[in-house]
């Protein structure tokens, strides 16, 4: 069992790449698992498999890529037979 990590909202948006303001709203709206602090600052819970916005963006690009290498492929086969 591994013990669980929160952040402020200020480092999820900077990780997550959304404004603070949308990441508080999420936390108000129940829509992110968080904490209050006795200060009254949101502390969000950050699973261990997360990634940053960057890294998920460069995988989602790559993806892209791939699926348009792979749409060509399947078009070159197809004039092929």
Avoid: F, W
């Amino acid at each position: 069992m591994s013990i669980p990590k929160y952040v402020s909202a200020e480092e999820y948006s900077r990780q997550s790449g959304m404004g603070v303001e949308l990441v508080k709203k999420l936390c108000r709206n129940g829509e992110l698992e968080h904490r209050m602090t006795e200060g009254g600052y949101y502390k969000i819970k950050v699973d261990s498999d997360s990634v940053p916005m960057e890294k998920y963006q460069a995988i989602k690009d790559e993806n892209t890529r791939l699926k348009t290498v792979l749409e060509t492929i399947v078009n070159t086969a197809k004039q092929i037979n």
